[in-house]
């Protein structure tokens, strides 16, 4: 098995995964330096770095390393920790670097429009893979996106239906109308993307919300939202709005650990809305 095929074919299918590389040995040891083990997301493996407890540990190591999307080292003692021998071991010490494999960064543009022709030249410049989606013809072309994986120009529900985003997938709503922001939205919080963010207002985004709500979908469902979206830098052109979208993009991807605005403020707006219409409520019968 070629390992460096399967871990093409593993970001192909658009899974994750981890490999472990030996990258310095000191004495004797079962393996070799630069011997390689992909584990993939189901628990599976392809190669192998001397089996015994060693690769059982950085097995263990390899699925925390693809959860935290960070690289780790690892170092072996062979020759004094008891547990080691087991007779696949020889007495030497061993360095393991895990790195994770992970699927490309597919973004998806709903929307053709200025932001969408800016957006999709930063985000591909940082390392996105984008997919645009309008139902205009002449605005989802590929003379205005010329290098993005794809160009959609259908009807959004259309379009929607024959997507399926994962884990690696981030979705931006920036339609040219409140009636198509609306429609992508209910699907978008739906799907497992990573990042779902929708350009607009707060009263916009609010009135969204409150809309989608009545239909049934769950408030909790909203929370991940990034809206309005982008990192407040004050952004006014569509160049800017793009920069400051692809920043928010960025950080999620990396996980940052700054804490990001997105729509858990309306958690408070809608506990805080909730009282009031109570009040009222509450009032009329006195």
């Known amino acids: 098995m070629d390992i460096y095929e399967e871990i093409v074919k593993l970001r192909q299918d658009g899974r994750r995964g981890a490999v472990a590389t030996i990258v310095n040995v000191r004495g004797s040891i079962p393996s070799f330096e630069t011997a390689k083990m992909l584990v993939r997301d189901d628990g599976s493996i392809a190669g192998t770095i001397g089996g015994g407890c060693v690769e059982a540990e950085v097995w263990q190591a390899a699925r925390e390393v693809m959860e935290s999307e960070k690289p780790r080292s690892l170092t072996f003692n062979l020759n004094q920790d008891p ?6 071991v020889c007495g030497g010490t061993l360095d393991i670097f895990i790195e994770p494999v992970l699927p490309p960064a597919l973004l998806y543009i709903f929307g053709a429009g200025h932001v969408s022709v800016n ?3 930063v985000a591909r410049g940082a ?3 984008v997919t645009v989606v309008d139902d205009r013809e002449t605005y989802a072309s590929r003379e205005r996106f010329p290098e993005a994986k794809e160009v959609i120009a259908k009807d959004f529900e259309h379009a929607m239906s024959g997507l399926s985003p ?4 981030y979705i931006v709503i920036v339609t040219r109308g409140h009636r198509d922001d609306m ?3 209910r699907w978008a919080v739906q799907t497992e993307a990573r990042y779902v963010g929708m350009i607009g207002s707060k009263r916009k985004t609010i009135t969204i919300f409150r809309e989608l709500t009545k239909e049934g979908i769950s408030a909790e469902l909203f929370e991940r939202v990034h809206a309005p979206v982008g ?5 006014i052109t569509p160049e800017e709005i793009a920069v400051a979208i692809t920043a928010e993009l960025i950080a999620v991807r990396r996980r940052s650990e700054r804490i990001l ?3 858990s403020w309306f958690k408070g707006r809608t506990i805080e809305s909730n009282s009031a219409e109570h009040s009222v409520e509450a009032h009329k019968e006195d």
């Open 261 to 263: 605005p997105h729509m």
């Open 83 to 88: 547990k080691y021998d087991t007779g696949l």
């Open 119 to 121: 957006l999709y030249k």
């Open 183 to 185: 429609r992508v939205l």
């Open 127 to 129: 390392g996105f893979e």
């Open 231 to 235: 990192l407040d830098i004050g952004a």
């Open 166 to 169: 994962n884990q690696s997938s």
